[in-house]
């Protein structure tokens, strides 16, 4: 049984920094891809960043230039840096674990945190 635990949301004005994190318990395969996905009240779910077990990145638009999602395998634990974060970015933040062998912010993902609240003030 694999376990995923957000932490490190909270508030923070516009322009600020954020870094979330996630730890994996249980069992993990070598080969697997871990990203962020996030949702805002009323709007649908949507993919900010992905990683692979090879260290490679995938990112949307959204999150280009300002976001930073890393891993440490010896810690087991999933990274996002936040930067610059706008009013927009406002949400309930998600990791998330697959094995299905593709890697990108999107698609079917068995395995997900319970979620850590990002709010961001104007």
């Known amino acids: 049984q694999v376990q995923l635990v957000e932490s490190g949301g909270g508030s923070v004005q516009a322009g600020g920094s954020l870094t979330l994190s996630c730890g994996v318990f249980?069992?993990?395969?070598?080969?697997?891809?871990m990203a962020w996905f996030r949702q805002a009240p009323g709007k649908e779910r949507e993919g900010v960043a992905a990683?692979?077990?090879?260290?490679?990145?995938t990112y949307a638009d959204s999150a280009k230039g300002r976001f930073t999602i890393s891993q440490d395998n010896a810690k087991n634990t999933l990274y996002l840096q936040m930067n610059s974060l706008k009013p927009e970015d406002t949400a309930m933040y998600y990791c998330?674990?697959?094995?299905?062998?593709?890697?990108?912010?999107?698609?079917?993902?068995?395995?997900w945190g319970q979620g850590t609240q990002v709010t961001v003030s104007s």
């Open positions: 990683i692979d077990s090879d260290g490679t990145t």
């Open positions: 998330a674990l697959t094995f299905a062998g593709y890697c990108y912010p999107g698609g079917e993902f068995p395995y």
């Open positions: 249980g069992y993990i395969y070598t080969s697997y891809c």
